[in-house]
């Protein structure tokens, strides 16, 4: 069975930073995608930034392209956002998904994600 634990949530002032972790167990394929998503009140689920764990390349969102960077520990167990140069607008419930069909084309796409985490809040304050 597939867990995905995301933690690192918090609050901060714009400008800060967070960084945000993402414990994967239980899958077996060896290179997979792994995406980070958010969701605010309101909104709908929007994804930030793509991880292929085999080669390690990563997509971003325009809206985070600069200011977030992705990656994973050795083991491809764990995968991190480091968010810096934080906005009011990055404030979102923060989900980390896991899926075996890698499109760059559609990985904005939550349907392309198999399996997902509870979420862990991130609020930017002024």
């Known amino acids: 069975q597939v867990q995905m634990v995301e933690s690192g949530g918090g609050s901060v002032q714009a400008g800060g930073s967070l960084r945000l972790s993402c414990a994967a167990s239980?899958?077996?394929?060896?290179?997979?995608?792994m995406a980070w998503f958010r969701q605010a009140p309101g909104k709908e689920r929007e994804a930030v930034a793509l991880l292929y764990t085999g080669g390690g390349s990563t997509v971003y969102a325009d809206s985070v392209k600069g200011r977030f960077a992705v990656s994973q520990d050795n083991a491809r167990s764990t995968m991190y956002l480091q968010m810096n140069s934080l906005k009011l607008e990055d404030t979102a419930m923060y989900y980390c998904a896991i899926g075996i069909l890698c499109s760059r084309s559609r990985w904005t796409e939550a349907a392309m994600y198999r399996d997902w985490g509870q979420g862990t809040q991130v609020t930017v304050s002024s």
């Open positions: 239980g899958y077996t394929h060896s290179r997979v995608c």
